[in-house]
C-alpha cells in the first residue's frame, strides 16, 4: 500500500516482543544467585544482567502482575499446569498453587488471599509476583535512582538423580510397541523413556518428551500442493522449525529404508541443545521426523538414530503392535476443550487460533468461536439477539450487510437463537455469518460460525452438521464458573479516563478499547477496537500546523490525496483534521483520520484508523468526541 512506509515509522516504537530467550533467564552459573530487574508498563527486564523483552508487567490494585515465566526460568521452579487454568509452582520445599481468574492462592498448602487474580494477557500468564517470590525465600524491593522492582534470591537446588542406574520404561500400552496415526500414515517405533505430551487438535503435530531432561521427539504434517525440490524441502525446515540461535552443523540428503530424506542437524548458542530435523514428502505430505537432546557435541544425538530411522510415512492397519494415535474419524476431528467445558466435530485441517482468548478455530472453509458470559438479570434470548443486531447496524454500514434473518436452531442443550447475515470488508468477497445464542441456567453461551457466501449450500450444510456435534457441558460452567462479562456485550458510552502527567492533559477514552502501549507519558501510545486503533503521538516543540503540514508533505509523497481538512478549538486549543484513504495489507480499504492538537507550543497527534465498512457515522463520531475529552492541565 501506499502509506505503508510512513506507517511503518509511525508504528515501529509500538511493537511489543513476548518471547523471550531462554539463555536470558541463566542464573548466575557460579553463585546460584538470581536478581530480576523490571518496571510496570515497561517491556524491558534484566536478569543477571542480561536484558530481554517481556510482556510488560502492570500494577492493579497495588499489586505488581509480572509474567509467569520471568519467575519460573529466572528461579528454576518446576511448573505444573492442570486444567489449563491451575497452576503449581515448585521450589525446593515450597509450593505456591495459583488459579487462572481466582485471588485464591495456596501457599505450601494454606490458602491465601491476593488483590488481583492471575491472567493471561496476549497468551502471557501474568502472576501476582510478591506472594510468590517471598515464598520463594527472595526479596523484593525498589531501586530508588532506576524506579526498578528488584527481586533477589537464589536459584532452586537440583533435584536428586536415580543413582540406582535404572532406565525408565514407557508403558507399553499392552503389548503395542509402536505409535502411529492412520489418518495422516506415518508409524514410528515408541521412543523410549519418553511420553507424549502434547497432540494439537487435529493430531497434525505430535510431541513426547521427558520432565527430567531437555529430551523431545515431534512428529509434524504439513499439506502442500506441488512436488518439492531438495532446496525447497531445507528451506521449510528452515523457516518452519529452525529458532534465532540454531546453528546448522549437518546438512544433506540420507537414505533410510529405501527413503530419502533431507536431514539438517543444528547446535544452539544459548540453549546447550542439539536439534535433528528430517522432512520427507509423499504425495501432497511433507512429513517432519524431529530430535532433540541436551548437549554440544553431535554425537549426543547418537542414541536416537534408530528411533528416527523407524519412522515410515505408511500406517499398516493390520499391525496389532502399532497404537493409533489419530484424532480423525470420518474426516472429522474431535474437539474437547475442557476448561470450557466444550465438545465438537470439525473438519480435519482446522486449527486452534493461539491469539484468541476463548475456544476459535479456523480454516480456509470457515471460522468458528465460542464464548461464556453471565445472564444478565432480567434478560431473555430475544432481548439479547436485539442487541446484537444493534450492535450490527451501529458497527457495519448499509451496504456492506445484506440477507439479514434471525432463526433458531435446536442444540444438545437447548433452543438457541440465530442472528444470520452476509457481510463484507471491501464489496468483493462476502462472508456468511451465523451468531448462535443460546442461555442455559445462569450462563450464555455464543457461537460465531462464518464461512465464505461463495460456498453456498456447501458452507450452509458445514455449519449445520458442525452445530449437530456441539455439546456444552453447562453442569461444570454452573459448577466451576463465576460472574463473566461479555466482551461484545457492554455498554459503550462507558469511558476511562488517561492521563499524561508528563505532557500535561487528560482524554477519554471508550472502556471497551484494549490498550496495546497505555503508558500516556511515553512519547506514543496504542489502542485497539474490533475494527480499527488509534495511535496518539505527542511531539515537543513543534506547533500543530506544522506537524500537520510534514505529515501531509510526507503523505503526498507517497501519492496519497488528503480530503476534509478542518479545524476547529479545544477550549484554546488549535486543532487541525483531515483524513486519507488507505488499504491494509490484505488490501482492505480504510479510512485514515488524523488529528493534530496544540498547546503550549505542543501537539498531540491521534491517528484513528477504520476499515470502510465499518466507517459509520456513530464511529466517526466517536473519534471526534475522544478528541474534544482532552483537556489541558
Known amino acids: 500500500m501506499k502509506m505503508k512506509r510512513f506507517m511503518f515509522m509511525l508504528l515501529a516504537v509500538l511493537l511489543v516482543v513476548t518471547i523471550v530467550p531462554a539463555a536470558a533467564f541463566a542464573a548466575d552459573s557460579a553463585s546460584g544467585n538470581v536478581e530480576i530487574r523490571l518496571k510496570t508498563n515497561s517491556s524491558n527486564v534484566t536478569i ?36 489449563n487454568k491451575i497452576i503449581t509452582l515448585t521450589y525446593n520445599n515450597k509450593t505456591v498453587v495459583v488459579t487462572i481468574g481466582s485471588k485464591t492462592v495456596k501457599v505450601n498448602g494454606k490458602d491465601q488471599t491476593v488483590a488481583v487474580a492471575p491472567v493471561v494477557i496476549k497468551g502471557t500468564t501474568m502472576v501476582p509476583v510478591r506472594v510468590i517470590v517471598e515464598t520463594f525465600g527472595a526479596k523484593i524491593g525498589k531501586d530508588k535512582k532506576t524506579g526498578e522492582i528488584v527481586i533477589t534470591g537464589t536459584i532452586a537446588q537440583s ?92 546438512k544433506r540428503t540420507i537414505t533410510v529404508n529405501g527413503l530419502n530424506f533431507e536431514k539438517m542437524v543444528t547446535r544452539t548458542t544459548e540453549r546447550g541443545l542439539l536439534f535433528e530435523y528430517r522432512a520427507l514428502q509423499k504425495g501432497d505430505t511433507l512429513y517432519y521426523v524431529m530430535g532433540g537432546v541436551a548437549g554440544t557435541d553431535k ?34 476431528m474431535a474437539i474437547n476443550n475442557k476448561e470450557y467445558g466444550l465438545s465438537l466435530k470439525l473438519p480435519a485441517g482446522w486449527y486452534k487460533d493461539k491469539d484468541s482468548s476463548n475456544p476459535t478455530y479456523v480454516s480456509e472453509d470457515g471460522y468458528f468461536s465460542f464464548s461464556i458470559s453471565s445472564v444478565k438479570e432480567q434478560d431473555s434470548p430475544q432481548q439479547w439477539l436485539a442487541r446484537r443486531q444493534q450492535l450490527l447496524h451501529e458497527d457495519f454500514l448499509p451496504n456492506y450487510i445484506k440477507n439479514e434473518k434471525t432463526s433458531s436452531i435446536v442444540l444438545k442443550d437447548g433452543n438457541a437463537l440465530v442472528l444470520t447475515y452476509e457481510f463484507t470488508y471491501d464489496q468483493k468477497l462476502w462472508y456468511t455469518a451465523n451468531e448462535v445464542l443460546l442461555i442455559a441456567g445462569k450462563y450464555r453461551y455464543a457461537i460465531d460460525f462464518n464461512y465464505d457466501s461463495k ?26 464458573y463465576g460472574q463473566m462479562e461479555d466482551e461484545f456485550d457492554l455498554d459503550r458510552t462507558e469511558v476511562t479516563v488517561k492521563t499524561s502527567t508528563k505532557y500535561g492533559y487528560s482524554i477519554a477514552l471508550p472502556a471497551y478499547w484494549f490498550g ?21 503521538q505527542n511531539i515537543e516543540g513543534m506547533s500543530a500546523s506544522s506537524v500537520a503540514q510534514s505529515v501531509q508533505q510526507s503523505l503526498q509523497k507517497e501519492g496519497v490525496t488528503v480530503s476534509g481538512s478542518t479545524s476547529f478549538q479545544i477550549g484554546t486549543a488549535n486543532v487541525i483534521k483531515f483524513s486519507v484513504q488507505d488499504v491494509t495489507e490484505d488490501n482492505i480499504p480504510i479510512t485514515d483520520v488524523f488529528y493534530f492538537v496544540e498547546n503550549k507550543g505542543n501537539t498531540i497527534m491521534l491517528l484513528f484508523g477504520i476499515n470502510n465498512a465499518n466507517a459509520t457515522t456513530s464511529a466517526l463520531d466517536r473519534f471526534d468526541t475522544i478528541v474534544k475529552s482532552i483537556k489541558f492541565q
Do not use: C, R
Open 48 to 83: 543477571n544482567g542480561k536484558q530481554s523483552t517481556v510482556q510488560a508487567p502492570f500494577e492493579k490494585a497495588g499489586t505488581t502482575m509480572v509474567p509467569l515465566s520471568v519467575i519460573t526460568k529466572a528461579f528454576g521452579a518446576k511448573l505444573k499446569l492442570q486444567d
Open 159 to 250: 533435584g536428586t538423580s536415580n543413582s540406582g542406574g535404572g532406565s525408565t520404561n514407557l508403558d507399553p500400552d499392552y503389548g503395542k510397541t509402536k505409535f502411529g496415526d492412520s489418518y495422516y500414515g506415518w508409524t514410528m517405533n515408541y521412543p523410549p523413556g519418553l511420553k507424549l505430551l502434547n497432540q494439537n487438535d487435529d493430531g497434525s503435530f505430535v510431541i513426547w518428551g521427558s520432565a527430567t531432561s531437555d529430551t523431545s521427539v515431534i512428529i509434524s504434517t504439513e499439506k502442500v500442493t506441488d512436488v518439492l525440490t531438495k532446496s525447497e524441502i531445507q528451506d521449510k525446515i528452515v523457516s518452519g522449525w529452525l529458532g534465532d540461535d540454531e546453528v546448522v552443523i549437518d
Open 299 to 332: 554425537t549426543a544425538l547418537d542414541p536416537y538414530q534408530s528411533l528416527l530411522d523407524s519412522f515410515v510415512p505408511s500406517f499398516d492397519s493390520n499391525d496389532k503392535t502399532i497404537k493409533d494415535i489419530t484424532k480423525v474419524s470420518n474426516g472429522l
Open 455 to 480: 460456498t453456498g449450500s456447501q458452507g450452509e450444510a458445514l455449519y449445520k452438521s458442525t452445530m449437530a456435534t456441539v455439546d456444552i457441558d453447562t453442569a461444570y460452567v454452573e459448577k466451576n
Open 516 to 536: 496495546v502501549n497505555t503508558d500516556f507519558n511515553k512519547e506514543a501510545v496504542a489502542y485497539v477496537d474490533s475494527f480499527g486503533h488509534m495511535i496518539l
